[in-house]
């Protein structure tokens, strides 16, 4: 069949394509730990579902504004005005969307088309590269490395940076790498940003999900940076609701607008009864005691997960200190493709291989699993790889 030439490069999100190989294989009756997509295993917190229904039964049918409901943009401005200081945000700095993916989709298509170059830190979430290659535009990797805690270095920009460079992304703490940026290279990077006329896109979706402080420092709390800064965050993460499908974007009420306009034409925004889910949530007395409980028992499944694996011939392990995976570098081979495979057909666990982040030679294991799945995942690995 003849596709248009707008997916000529395109390829399924290969998070999502192993995750449902190995769902499949489960339903199968096939024994299958899946480590793959980085899903949060936590339950809806009570006082969304409450929310939802309470909407339901209201009886609303209708569309919901294109850019959320104001009660939500509202509540995403003061969250966002509260953890960080990025100062007074306004509703309409706020865009709500079907999850941060559509909104790094709005956000891209919005600024870049064909001729631009944005740039992407390896290790990347792939979709970035779907993302920027869909509007036209050209990514351009930057390298980083495992030694160096995969720290984006101000030169390795500077080298690849050309006339044509429009966007940085950014993703602190980090997936896979579960690196969190401190507040040196934010600076850092805001400044050559600045400098150079380049927008961030600010992927800050594991922002609460922080070992090292109550949240991860982000690039709003930079003196001047907001004015080139799209922060992109959601629900689906710190508070374990991916599959609710919220998501937004903080900028400048101009781009705001555009992406809006977009949404407009694609999705006409987000379901009614998910936005008002994730209002309740985010509006709620308990909202950081719910993060915060879950970032606890995820620290402690990290240090349960280090611990299983490190020592193990083969494998190199670093302490992430953010986020839900762990990128571990495996010290014999940079096929990791291969070994993912062998993992998953002889070990009976389904990982991330390195070469879908563009690093090849590591594995991401999700450790947002239940502590049975987890322990149970861990022996297969060490098994595996003794
Ligand atoms: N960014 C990163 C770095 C992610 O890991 C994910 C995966 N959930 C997303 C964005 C997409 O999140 P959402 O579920 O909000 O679309
Ligand atoms: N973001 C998760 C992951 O990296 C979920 C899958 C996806 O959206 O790509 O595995």
């Known amino acids: 069949m003849r596709f248009s030439t707008n997916i000529a490069s395109l390829v399924p999100s290969a998070t999502l394509a192993i995750s449902a190989r190995a769902k499949r294989m489960q339903a199968a009756g096939e024994s299958v730990i899946d480590?793959?997509?980085?899903?949060?295993?936590?339950?809806?917190p009570e006082v969304a579902i409450e929310a939802c229904v309470e909407f339901a039964r209201s009886g609303h049918s209708g569309y919901p504004p294109t850019p959320g409901i104001p009660e939500l943009r509202s509540a995403v401005a003061a969250y966002v005005s509260s953890t960080t200081a990025m100062g007074e945000v306004e509703p309409d700095n706020v865009l709500v969307s079907a999850g941060v993916k559509q909104a790094l989709f709005n956000a891209s298509f919005c600024l870049f088309g064909p001729g631009d170059e944005v740039l992407v830190p390896a290790p990347y979430w792939p979709s970035y590269l779907a993302i920027v290659s869909l509007t036209g535009a050209t990514p351009v990797v930057v390298p980083?490395?495992?030694g160096s805690g995969f720290r984006l270095q101000i030169g390795e920009l500077e080298r690849l940076?050309?006339?044509a460079t429009r966007g940085l992304f950014l993703n602190s703490p980090g997936n896979p790498s579960g690196e969190v940026y401190d507040r040196d290279l934010l600076e850092q990077l805001a400044g050559w940003a600045a400098e150079n006329d380049i927008w961030i896109i600010s992927d800050e979706i594991y922002r609460r999900l922080?070992?090292?402080?109550?949240?991860a420092t982000s690039i709003c709390d930079v003196p001047h940076a907001v004015e080139r800064v799209l922060h992109l965050d959601g629900i689906s993460k710190a508070f374990s609701m991916p599959g609710w499908r919220i998501g937004y974007t903080v900028g400048p009420s101009e781009v705001i607008g555009k992406m809006s306009a977009l949404q407009s034409q694609t999705t006409s925004g987000a379901v009614a009864a998910a936005q008002h889910a994730a209002l309740a949530?985010?509006?709620s007395p308990e909202r950081d005691d719910i993060v915060l409980g879950f970032r606890d028992i995820l620290r402690r499944r990290r240090d349960v997960a280090v611990e299983a694996l490190n020592g193990i011939p083969g494998l190199e392990v670093r302490v992430p200190s953010g986020a839900i995976y762990l990128y571990v570098r495996l010290t014999s081979t940079s096929d990791s493709m291969a070994v993912a495979e062998r993992l998953l057909v002889e070990g009976g666990v389904a990982s991330i291989p390195g070469e879908a982040f563009g690093t090849p030679g590591f594995l991401r294991l999700n450790y947002a699993v239940s502590d049975e799945e987890l322990k149970e995942g861990l022996a297969r690995v060490r098994g595996f790889f003794s």
């Open 161 to 163: 940076r050309s006339p």
């Open 281 to 283: 949530v985010l509006a």
């Open 144 to 146: 980083t490395d495992f």
């Open 35 to 44: 480590l793959s997509a980085g899903e949060p295993s936590f339950p809806t």
């Open 210 to 215: 922080c070992y090292a402080g109550d949240s």
